[in-house]
């Protein structure tokens, strides 16, 4: 139990066009849903979390018009980067906490994001 | 957010039992511990957590200093499987839930 799944798992996109990443908790109500980017051979840098219905909650220095976080259902959130360039070429990844072991959180597997 | 200082990386032999150091001086009363893993190429997975006792769960075992400035992840057995960067990180006991990982210890298994 306990799946996050995100899609696409790997993206290519040109500069300057929009690129939307899907997160779902498969088996479990995501009382709250949790955006990472990691950049290769880093750390996790949280970017943002969203509770559902209400609008995210950006780290500082994240700038919320280019990275548009949509947490429409309790299974699903998105994560748009808009205008994308390529020094926004990243890993990203999600994560859901439950209402159940709400101290864990669950990863999804990550999308590679390569803008050219 | 309090800061946690790790090793870089750590060797270890497969099948013997490996201590991941981490300190935390700064930490608060209402600042809980918890380890996560990250796999290559995956997303992080929960390891383990703790506030003030000693914790054991099937992955592994959490030590906790009585002063709580610094813990020990201890997994009794390590596989090559094992082999992952460890992030040890102080979740405050608030609303947020938030998650801030620092750059965590990378550990080898060698066969």
């Known amino acids: 139990g306990a799946v996050v799944s995100q899609h696409p798992s790997w993206v290519i996109c040109k500069s300057g066009t929009s690129v939307k990443i899907e997160c779902r908790s498969l088996d479990f109500q995501a009382t709250t849903m949790f955006w990472y980017r990691q950049f290769p051979k880093q750390s996790l840098m949280l970017m943002a979390t969203?509770?559902?219905?209400?609008?995210?909650?950006?780290e500082q220095g994240v700038e919320k018009d280019k990275f548009l976080i949509n947490h429409a259902s309790l299974t699903l959130s998105t994560l748009t980067v808009t205008s994308a360039h390529p020094e926004d070429s990243s890993f990203y990844i999600c994560?859901?906490?439950?209402?159940?072991?709400?101290?864990?959180?669950?990863f999804g597997p990550g999308t590679r994001l390569t803008v050219t | 957010d309090a800061k946690t200082t790790q090793p870089n990386s750590m060797e270890s032999n497969e099948e013997e039992p490996v201590h991941l150091p981490c300190n935390h001086s700064t930490i608060s009363g209402t600042d809980y511990i918890h380890w996560y893993r990250q796999l290559p190429s995956q997303g992080p997975e929960y390891v383990i957590h703790g506030l003030t006792s000693n914790v054991n769960n099937r992955m592994a075992s959490l030590a906790i200093a009585e002063d709580r400035k610094s813990s020990t992840l201890i997994l009794h057995r390590a596989t090559l499987r094992d082999a992952a960067v460890y992030y040890c990180?102080?979740?405050?006991?608030?609303?947020?839930?938030?998650?801030?990982f620092g750059s965590g210890t990378r550990l080898l298994v060698r066969p």
């Open positions: 969203s509770n559902e219905g209400s609008k995210a909650t950006y």
């Open positions: 990180i102080l979740r405050r006991m608030d609303s947020s839930y938030k998650l801030i």
């Open positions: 994560s859901a906490r439950g209402r159940q072991k709400t101290y864990e959180q669950y």
